[in-house]
């Protein structure tokens, strides 16, 4: 399995905290991803990075930022959560390119109360 | 924008049945595809990535094939077994290169 962790796997916040979600590789992949999964809507970029301190949106970004300060670490931040923002979350990581095969994290699973 | 569909959303077969499972896209011009399967409460697992030059792609009782001309690709998994239970994800890059999935198959296999 590729390794790929993320951090808090389980979360409860209230609406209007801001909230920071962690993904962490140890493969020294060059891409690195945040979706969201949400019944009915399946899985959704939210942004991506190609590289230390080069990231992009994806389809679902209002609401949310990244950063990646190392190539390891890529962070999702929920500015100031709401209700909406409830889902299950995954990091992903592909070696050069998007369209090389993307591994998954276990996911983080977030409710905004 | 690349829209990705499968079906069935689920499907329920005996154990031993061969399954089939179905993907369709709307943009042909894909550099490649993806399936992947996810357990509940788990992430994705990369099953299966098939060129956009091949037509096949094998690993033991699992099968893609890729008609890009027609816009489908079908997972085939042979001799189906409990453990083979799953949800199953295509994936399809957009002209941006970012990957477009699926809702998909949600399979039961009984014992």
């Known amino acids: 399995d590729a390794g790929i962790t993320q951090s808090p796997r389980h979360k409860v916040t209230e609406t209007g905290t801001p909230v920071t979600l962690r993904c962490h590789q140890t493969?020294?992949?060059?891409?690195m991803y945040w979706y969201r999964q949400d019944p009915g809507h399946g899985l959704r970029l939210i942004h991506y990075s190609y590289g230390v301190k080069d990231t992009d949106k994806g389809e679902v970004s209002d609401g949310y930022s990244v950063s990646r300060s190392k190539t390891e670490d890529f962070l999702l931040t929920l500015e100031s959560a709401t209700s909406s923002q409830t889902s299950v979350y995954f990091c992903?990581?592909?070696?050069?390119?998007?369209?090389?095969?993307?591994?998954f994290g276990p996911g983080t699973r977030l409710l905004v109360l | 924008k690349q829209e990705v569909t499968q079906i069935p959303a689920a499907l329920s077969v005996p154990e031993g049945e061969n399954l089939v499972l179905n993907c369709s896209f709307t943009?042909?011009?894909?550099?490649?595809l993806q399936w992947f399967r996810q357990d509940p409460g788990k992430g994705l697992t990369s099953l299966l990535l098939i060129q956009s030059s091949q037509r096949e792609q094998t690993s033991g009782r699992l099968n893609a094939s890729l008609d890009k001309s027609s816009g489908r690709s079908t997972l085939y998994i042979a001799a189906s077994q409990p453990g083979d239970s799953a949800t199953y994800l295509c994936a399809a890059p957009s002209n941006d290169y970012k990957l477009s999935f699926g809702a998909g198959t949600t399979v039961t296999v009984r014992a």
């Open positions: 992903a990581i592909s070696e050069e390119s998007p369209q090389e095969t993307q591994y």
């Open positions: 943009d042909s011009a894909i550099y490649n």
């Open positions: 493969e020294n992949h060059r891409y």
